[in-house]
């Protein structure tokens, strides 16, 4: 099977060869301060992220302020709280985009967001941004997947609900741009035993794309064990502190814990390797104490080698031990001593029968 495509986001390549993209997901952790966004921003770069990333949209862009049927969460995390409510609260400003982006460039940090309608996409091509993602819920938005196709830049769906049709028809919809599938499962937070990682080499496999995953559980096992399913593209919620609260503070990482999991991402994506049979270089010394034939009590010349005086054993300079039926019963071409191993040139030539 070919390898996926991959693709390049702010001059970074992105895909099969190339280590895990880690992307900090600021959301609604900043808590309606700029001052904590930009120490967001700082504190990504710090721990080891590759990019950050914003949600871009307001409560009336994404919602209408509305208590009827629907409106009202119930159960979760945000339980009692109308979605108009919820997203006045966890919405990052539109005009703090500029002073973020501007300092994510600053630190060489790679900054892009989730728009949520045309005018969300349009603020962030003045801006500049280099990348755009889709989020789950919006999957099924196909206007709004062509419209940031639209642009040529480099699209990232996030596939949380969706079915395998829904994903096509998000796959088809986005045209011919560079394309990444991440993974997800849309819980706040989500149990491990349904995050079906196993889907990850199966969405590469199904539409030839780069795939990763947008994680919500607690802690870091499953973004690392995601990428030894093959994702390269990890999305991970970042907070400064969950103490301090915030929409999402839930489910995210705090700095030392995003760092532990970059850390932990990176050696898993280079234990990978490839696949090989053979000695590497950190074991090219334990050829030599791999199992031989061994002299184990002293020998006399013709005398017959038997199971009482040669054994397989360490270290390995004799014979391999799958010679011993061989040697068994053949006579000593010389006298040998305990501890020799043993050679070819060490046994007298055969009898040939007349």
Known sequence: MS????????????????????????????????SRALALVEAAKEAGADAVKLQTYTADTITIDHDGPGFRLEGGLWAGRTLHDLYREAHTPWDWHAPLFARARELGLAIFSSPFDETAVALLEELDAPAFKIASFELIDLPLIRRAARSGRPLILSTGLATLGEIAEGVEAAGDVPLALLHCVSGYPTPPEECNLRTIPHLAEAFGVTTGLSDHTHGVAVPVAAVAQGATIIEKHFTLSRADGGVDSAFSLEPAEFKAMAEAARTAWAALGRVHYGVEPSEAGGRSYRRSLYVTADIAAGEPLTVGNVRSIRPGFGLEPKHLPAVLGRRAARPLRRGEPLRWDMLAPEETGR
Do not use: V
């Not at 390549?13 to 609604?28: F, M, Q, R, V």
């Open 3 to 34: 390898q996926p495509a991959a693709l390049e986001i702010a001059g970074r390549p992105i895909g099969p060869g190339h280590p895990p993209y880690l992307i900090a997901e600021l959301s609604g952790n900043h808590n309606g301060d700029l």
